[in-house]
């Protein structure tokens, strides 16, 4: 039976260009932006996905979406995620790593860039306020407005109520990635999960 995910801030990205473990025909994939530029399934903030039911999916994957709420906006994102997932469902969750973009700042880095996307080269000034040529051209949904480190995003995810967690720091990338589930795992399971679903 195929099952379902959410992408969350999908941007012009599908399936494919998730992780592995979603790339594939088990998986129905449910684009979710807030612009409609992307052309997604659901166009929607992900603050407010009241047009998607409760339980609707089996897993969510969302890469770099967080950052761009308010903190106090953090926990509301986190439980709409959590709601939209069955009681087996998992998240799929990336930020930027705060704590390897300050080593890059207190090196005197703020304006090199660290790595170059297929939109461009991203420095640290890019990463914590958001990336400066998306807002040049007046995409004000872009910026950061917050950020995390592997703990303070675990302690996030864990007070919205996931039974079972797993966090990766990506040391080239600059993020952090946590799987949670509302299904209490072992540490081999969740393993296994993080291996085919963490990029």
């Known amino acids: 039976m195929t099952k379902k995910f959410i992408h969350i801030g999908c ?24 612009s409609a530029a992307c052309k997604p399934d659901i166009q929607a903030d992900m603050l407010d996905m009241h047009m998607i039911q409760s339980g609707a999916v089996d897993a969510l994957f969302s890469s770099h979406n967080l950052e761009h ?10 439980a709409e995620f959590k709601r939209v997932l069955n009681h087996e469902g998992f998240m ?8 390897a973009i300050c080593q890059h700042i207190l090196d005197g880095k703020l304006m ?15 990463i914590i ?15 950061h407005k917050c950020g995390f480190t592997m703990d303070s995003l675990i302690a996030q995810v864990r007070a919205v109520g996931f039974n079972s967690i797993i966090g ?10 946590i ?18 679903y963490i990029p």
Not at 179 to 196: I, P, V, W, Y
């Open 179 to 196: 799987l949670a589930s509302n299904k209490k795992c072992t540490s081999d399971e969740l393993k296994q999960l993080a291996e085919q």
């Open 112 to 126: 090199e860039p660290m790595f170059e996307t297929s939109s461009g080269r991203i420095a640290p000034i890019d």
């Open 129 to 143: 306020y958001g990336w400066r040529e998306a807002l040049a051209k007046g995409e004000h949904y872009m910026a």
């Open 168 to 177: 990766k720091r990506r040391g080239g990338k600059y993020d952090v990635w």
């Open 11 to 34: 941007g012009k990205k599908n399936k494919y260009g998730t992780a592995s473990g979603f790339a594939n025909e088990a998986w129905h994939e449910v684009r979710v932006d807030i």
């Open 92 to 99: 799929v969750v990336g930020c930027p790593d705060l704590e």
């Open 69 to 78: 709420v308010f903190p106090h906006q953090v926990p509301t994102a986190l």
